[in-house]
């Protein structure tokens, strides 16, 4: 396994504890780009770990709705830099189950 890869499944443990999934309803887009802006404005120095957590939890209804993760970043009002992270978090989300505790 490449040293990156390390890395990426550290952020991964981190966040697999603040994450529960909520069944799927529809959300706008423009109500997704909210949250992922409060999520960014709230997150002090952790901005790419909410925005991989935003992913896992929404990522599944970003891709039943077909919207395209530059479109939530630019309604979002930040950094297009931050489509790769929004994209590593939708595909985090693919291997996250809900657990009940």
Known sequence: MKDS???E???GIKL???VELNDYKLVSIESM???LM???QKANNDAVAQIHLFGIKYGK???LNN??????IELAGISDT???ELNKGIKLGGFVKKVKV
């Open 67 to 72: 919207y395209r993760v530059t479109d939530i």
């Open 16 to 18: 697999s504890g603040y």
């Open 33 to 35: 780009a909210n949250i």
């Open 82 to 84: 931050y489509v790769t």
């Open 9 to 11: 499944l550290s952020k």
């Open 5 to 7: 890869y390390i890395t």
């Open 38 to 40: 409060e999520n960014y």
């Open 61 to 63: 209804q970003i891709k």
